[in-house]
């Protein structure tokens, strides 16, 4: 099947009751089971009036990239209108498009050519906080009798005028910062200039389900829901218990000092994803994926989040963080094949992360420049687990992570805490296009951040002139992942092997596939653990004979279990 019209016929398209166009079929295809979604972080992906930063313009020419890869979907961090003093998760404006980034009208031609294309679009919504600048919290802030009075969280201070709880912010220091105006100290889970939303209040939800209207009727497929784990606080304002015991060392982070049984994770916020879901349930065919949180219990979360009247789809930031792991993965396995139910998102890198390609490397060996068999293990493992997947822009590439001076900073969290977290910027650099122009094909201008000359070699230009180029083999993946229905939205069972060879079997009614991984650098040998006869299908530094897998270091192969 031609991807440009995978995704939707446009002979046969009809219009929703949202004025949007959809085949006859659109409204019970779950398409987003098994998509493969691909992120764009639009400050870095392409710039179109040549201000040195990525916009709206440079992603329209640029959206052939993501469609002949073989995506089913892009989410778009946020564009909407903001200070962008954390970068776009700070909005001022739910409904308009920051000047940064272009015009209403240029994110409208964006969803009609991604719809040619046959890419759904999926944006971003940040609903746990806003901007200081927004109106609402303007007027919020000015009195304590004011209609919107209670749409952020205040409270008074405690009697000796400290704030009223022990709650950390993540980008350090207390989480309440105070409001002369209103004698009361309002909360913010992130900058100062980022304070929370009461979503215990329903008009501050039913208002925020109103911006989400908005987009809906403009087209969009549906929204990626920021920051989740922080919708819903503990109105009660209890003090978090201490993690830390005397004597061990202090964190550069001391976030990390508190069990955040208060501040978040409140049960609220299964009443807020329901209304979250009751709206998307008015524009049949679109979808929603959650962000949840590295805090213990984040994959019960994500099996609550994702449970009937929920989201569709949800992603966890604990198996973003820390090193690659024979215990890491097994667990997780273990886990997908304990609760069928629920529907993850699996991604590897994004852009509030250390990309993987430097973050993660063979057991046993060090972090680094990665081998194109590191590579091609964890795009194929990435791409067999069971659920769907987000594809941060650059890692088809390769790219390792930026390494940046401290006055290139410009992340806030990065810049608080230099050098111990050097923070986000390293994975957020512009895309490099092509190898022999200025900026790589980013920009005509200096772009917003420096690009590294590491990225030369990998641009994707010169990756696409390659056979054997990590971009081809993320393409031709892409195409034999879709022509495998199990590997797409079957079941998954794990299948004992030992470390570091990580096995589980895909299942679905056409076919039963069998994956096997050696996540370590010597060679690996494994006998298949069933009688039925097996055919290669795919293989990186890996083979079959007689029965027994052979796996080079960082070896991988995907068998059919013949019935």
Not at 191 to 202: I, R
Not at 346 to 371: K, L, M, T, Y
Not at 479 to 484: A, D, E, K, V
Not at 515 to 537: H, I, T
């Amino acid at each position: 099947m031609n991807h440009v019209t995978a995704g939707f016929d446009n002979a046969s398209l009809r219009p929703s009751r949202s004025g949007r166009l959809l085949s006859p079929s659109a409204a019970k295809a779950e398409w987003w089971r098994g998509a493969v979604i691909y992120q764009v972080y639009p400050r870095s992906f392409a710039d179109g009036n040549g201000d040195g930063i990525g916009d709206l313009p440079g992603l329209l020419d640029r959206l052939g990239h993501i469609a002949d890869l073989g995506a089913d979907a892009l989410w778009i961090s946020p564009f909407q209108r903001s200070p962008q003093e954390d970068y776009g998760y700070d909005v001022s404006d739910y409904c308009d498009v920051d000047p940064l980034f272009g015009t209403l009208a240029d994110f409208d031609r964006v969803l009609a050519r991604a719809h040619r294309l046959g890419l759904r679009v999926l944006m971003d919504q940040v609903w746990s906080h806003s901007s200081n600048r927004h109106p609402w919290f303007q007027e919020s802030r000015a009195s304590r009798h004011n209609p919107k009075a209670d749409w952020y969280v205040w409270a008074d201070p405690s009697p000796d005028g400290t704030a009223p709880t022990n709650w950390l912010s993540v980008f350090g220091g207390p989480a309440w910062s105070w409001e002369p105006r209103r004698r009361q100290y309002y909360l913010h889970h992130f900058l100062g200039s980022q304070p929370a939303f009461n979503l215990h209040n329903e008009e501050v939800v039913e208002a925020l389900l109103q911006t989400g209207r908005f987009w809906l009727d403009r087209g969009v497929d549906g929204f990626r829901l920021d920051a989740v784990d922080w919708m819903c606080h503990d109105p009660d304002l209890r003090d978090n218990p201490a993690t830390h015991r005397p004597g061990q060392p202090i964190p550069a982070k001391p976030f990390g000092m508190q069990l955040h049984q208060h501040d978040l994770l409140h049960p609220r916020t299964l009443e807020v994803i329901a209304r979250i879901r009751g709206l998307q349930d008015e524009y049949p065919g679109t979808a929603t994926l959650a962000e949840i949180s590295s805090q213990d219990g984040a994959f019960d979360r994500l099996r609550r989040y994702t449970a009937p009247g929920m989201f569709d789809m949800a992603y966890t930031l604990r198996f973003m963080k820390g090193n690659l792991t024979h215990e890491t993965v097994a667990s997780t396995l273990h886990w997908m094949t304990e609760h069928q139910e629920g529907w993850p998102c699996w991604s590897f890198s994004n852009h509030d992360v250390e990309r993987v390609a430097s973050r993660w490397s063979p057991i046993g060996g060090r972090p680094g420049q990665p081998g194109p068999e590191f590579l091609r293990l964890l795009m194929a493992m990435l791409l067999t687990m069971r659920g769907s997947v987000c594809l941060y822009q650059g890692e088809e590439l390769g790219l390792p992570e930026a390494e940046l001076r401290q006055e290139d900073l410009r992340d806030p969290f990065g810049i608080a805490f230099w050098p111990d977290y050097k923070g986000r910027d390293g994975s957020r650099t512009p895309m490099p296009w092509r190898q022999d122009a200025p900026n790589l094909g980013f920009s005509g201008a200096t772009p917003w951040l420096p690009m590294p000359e590491a990225h030369r070699p990998l641009a994707a230009e010169a990756q696409r002139r390659d056979p054997a180029s990590t971009l081809n083999a993320w393409r031709h993946f892409l195409r034999f992942r879709r022509n495998h229905p199990a590997l797409v939205h079957g079941a998954l069972t794990q299948v004992a092997a030992p470390e570091p060879l990580i096995c589980f079997r895909r299942q679905s009614a056409e076919e039963s596939l069998l994956c096997v991984f050696n996540l370590g650098q010597a060679p690996q040998e494994l006998d298949l653990p069933s009688d039925m006869p097996a055919k290669p299908l795919w293989r990186s530094n890996a083979g079959l004979r007689h029965r027994r897998v052979r796996l080079d270091a960082c070896g991988a192969l995907i068998c059919r279990e013949e019935r």
